[in-house]
Structures are given as structure tokens and as C-alpha cells.
């Protein structure tokens, strides 16, 4: 079945440490976003890519990093300087272009907590 | 100021009642959409329905509706003699062109969680 992966569904950091979250998906989507999700915050944007090699910050960009090598994959590193990465994590994709009526398709969250 | 605002944090309802959840946005384009989607505690969330800003028609599936209106800016979503399966975080958004190169916008409310008590 054609959807989205994220792993891995619980995450740890210690002090000091990067880390990634990965994010597959195989519906051909050009777009792929990434949200950080916080209690009573809803969902708030982090990165978005609308094509290969190609990507943009969102609202909420410092202390995060992504990079688009493959149409499939939008893997986001939470870097250290990153002061309170505690949160849920989505992926999602869409179609992509200039369509305002894609509906985004999400993945099952990397759930990140501080060790 | 909130583009998408969902008023409601948390609604507790006895299953069988209905519940509607309310939806206000804030645009200054005339072309956009609003969805909504649900976030079960698996924690993906799963697309329900899209509304353009040209088509005012309620829409009714099933035990859902959706109630359209540009004269309040506002897209609020009925339930219908809830069930325990409803309960989950419900999200509603809207779509604009962005401003870098008029790609698709999405800007998300807060959400309503929503727990529907046997």
C-alpha cells in the first residue's frame, strides 16, 4: 500500500546530540513537509520541499535541519541547538505545484523526548 | 492574529449526541481551501474533507456534515449521533498560495480533541 514512514516511532537525545527522523514515502508526492506538534499548539511548520534539491523553512526552522537528495525521502535532523525538542513529530506530502486543493497525507509521527 | 482558529480545546459528549466543531479563518485571497482532517491516538492524522471558497453547499457524509459560510468565515463540522470511535483530536486548515512562488500554504488550527463517554 502507497503511504508515509517515519521511524523511529520513539526517539531519545541526550544532551548535546543530533539526531534524525526519517521519512519515506512512496506515493510519488513532490511535496513533502515537516511539523513539530506541541500540546494546545496544533501543528506548526518546520520545513516544506516542493521539488528535489530543493527546500524552504517554515515557521519554526532554528535548530533544525533537512535535506531532499530523493524524490522519496525528507529525512529532519533536530540538531543541539535545538533547546526543547520534546514533541510529536509529523511528515507529510502532498502532490504538490501550485494546487491549493491537495489534501496532505501524514505519517505516524517520531515521538522525541530528552533524556 | 490566528489564521485558523478552533475556539473549542476539548468537548466531552455522552455517545449519541451530536456534536459540532466550530472552524474560523482569516484570508485575505479569494481562492483557497479549507479541510479538515482527524488525529485518532495513533497519531496520524487522516484527511476528511475539502471545501473551495467558491462552493458554499453543505456537505453531508454519513453521520458527518459540514457547514460552509463566507458571510462568518467560518467551516464548522457536525457529528451526528457520536460514537466512541469519534473521539480524537479533529484539525481544521486552510489552504492559500504562498507567497514564494504561490505554492500551496497550509496553515493548521490548534485542534479540538474530542471525547465521545460510553
Known amino acids: 500500500d502507497g503511504g508515509i514512514t517515519q521511524s523511529p516511532k520513539y526517539l531519545f537525545r541526550k544532551e548535546g546530540q543530533n539526531v534524525t527522523l526519517s521519512c519515506e514515502q512512496n506515493l510519488n508526492h513532490d511535496a513533502m513537509y515537516w511539523y513539530r506538534q506541541d500540546p494546545g499548539q496544533g501543528l506548526r511548520l518546520i520545513y516544506y520541499s516542493q521539488i528535489v534539491n530543493d527546500f524552504q523553512k517554515g515557521d519554526i526552522a532554528e535548530g533544525y535541519s533537512v535535506s531532499r537528495e530523493k524524490k522519496e525521502s525528507f529525512p529532519l535532523t533536530v540538531t543541539s541547538a535545538q533547546k526543547n525538542p520534546t514533541a510529536f513529530y509529523l511528515c507529510?506530502?502532498?502532490?504538490?505545484?501550485?494546487?491549493?486543493?491537495?489534501?496532505?497525507?501524514f505519517g505516524d509521527g517520531t515521538r522525541l523526548s530528552i533524556l | 492574529a490566528q489564521k485558523v482558529t478552533q475556539a473549542q480545546t476539548e468537548i466531552s459528549v455522552v455517545e449519541k449526541e451530536d456534536v459540532t466543531l466550530d472552524c474560523v479563518y482569516e484570508?485575505?485571497?479569494?481562492?483557497?481551501?479549507l479541510f479538515w482532517y482527524k488525529q485518532p491516538p495513533s497519531g496520524e492524522l487522516v484527511f476528511l474533507i475539502r471545501?473551495?471558497?467558491?462552493?458554499?453547499q453543505n456537505e453531508i457524509s454519513g453521520r458527518y456534515s459540514w457547514n460552509f459560510q463566507k458571510s462568518t468565515s467560518s467551516f464548522n463540522f457536525t457529528i451526528t449521533a457520536s460514537q466512541v470511535v469519534d473521539s480524537a483530536v479533529y484539525f481544521c486548515?486552510?489552504?492559500?498560495?504562498?507567497?514564494?512562488?504561490?505554492?500551496?500554504?497550509?496553515?493548521f488550527g490548534t485542534g479540538t480533541k474530542l471525547q465521545v463517554i460510553p
Open positions: 486548515a486552510l489552504s492559500e498560495a504562498g507567497n514564494s512562488g504561490g505554492y500551496q500554504k497550509v496553515t
Open positions: 507529510a506530502s502532498s502532490i504538490g505545484g501550485r494546487a491549493l486543493n491537495q489534501p496532505q497525507h
Open positions: 471545501r473551495n471558497s467558491f462552493d458554499e
Open positions: 484570508t485575505r485571497d479569494t481562492t483557497y481551501y
